[in-house]
């Protein structure tokens, strides 16, 4: 693919991953011509500062095909360990609405879920991201998770505490919540989708920590911004993602990766 500008829209809450024994975020976005662009495997919070890209940040990159991931969207950073393997441009702010980010966000909005997950398990398509328009939001859905990674996860985890002690680097905490959106698509059908953006992720330690430690009011703190705000103020729409584990799996693959949510200009039904 060579350099490639892209303006980028998502990045998901950090994970432990046992493939490639690293903390990573999968980030993505939309390159010039239209297309999504995955960019992944990334150790981001490893990134030097100057190289750590922002939500909304046109970016350029040497790109090359992840060709252990079959998606057609996912590549990789060609030069992650140069210094400046990345290149800024202009941010999209949110003047007149969002209007320059509606321009290159909205141009392929699907309304239907059956025609996403069918597009998803067509060879030759096997689409992985995609913007998404809920028709209604029933409720958003906060419930335990576990509190520690996985075996295989800690292990990995150990490792990387042995070495990243050297550079003063911690490892993400997780998140004992999992977040989850309940909807409907223009046909009516009901979907329940976990939402893994890492804003989400953010505010929940944020509040959590105004809280004063207290979850129950945190969880509150959060449900009010994702479903009083989010879904009752603002024109609200998803960004959708994939993993590669799933995709061919899972009857409905797809999760919550972000939101898209300037203010409200064409309400949409809130069912409570």
């Not at 991931?69 to 202009?90: A, H, L």
């Not at 890492?198 to 004063?212: S, T, V």
């Not at 729409?237 to 797809?254: E, I, Q, S, V």
């Amino acid at each position: 693919m060579a350099l490639k500008k892209i303006l980028i829209t998502v990045k998901t809450y950090p994970s432990i991953s046992v493939e490639h024994n690293d903390e990573l975020v999968c980030t993505a976005g939309i390159d010039k011509e239209g297309n999504w662009i995955r960019i992944y495997p990334v150790p981001f919070r490893k990134l030097d500062f100057n190289s750590q890209y922002r939500k909304y940040q046109w970016i350029e990159i040497d790109l090359v095909k992840n060709k252990d991931d079959f998606r057609p969207e996912t590549f990789r950073p060609k030069n992650i360990d140069q210094k400046d393997f990345i290149s800024f441009y202009g941010k999209l702010g949110t003047e007149n609405n969002w209007d320059a980010r509606k321009k290159i966000i909205l141009n392929n909005v699907y309304v239907d879920i059956d025609k996403l997950i069918k597009d998803s398990k067509t060879e030759g398509k096997y689409t992985s991201l995609a913007v998404f328009k809920p028709t209604s939001i029933k409720i958003f859905i906060i419930r335990p998770a576990p509190r520690e990674w996985n075996n295989k996860q800690k292990a990995v985890l150990k490792q990387l505490n042995l070495f990243e002690k050297k550079r003063h680097f911690e490892v993400v905490r997780k998140l004992p919540f999992k977040f989850s959106y309940v909807f409907t698509d223009q046909n009516g059908n009901e979907c329940t989708l976990m939402n893994e953006d890492w804003e989400l992720g953010a505010l929940y330690w944020k509040c959590l920590n105004k809280n004063n430690g207290d979850e129950n009011a945190t969880c509150n703190d959060v449900k009010r911004k994702y479903l009083d705000d989010f879904a009752r103020t603002k024109d609200l729409y998803f960004y959708l993602g994939t993993t590669k584990l799933h995709h061919l799996k899972a009857p409905n693959p797809f999760i919550i990766i972000g939101t898209f949510h300037p203010k409200i200009e064409h309400q949409i039904n809130l069912d409570l």
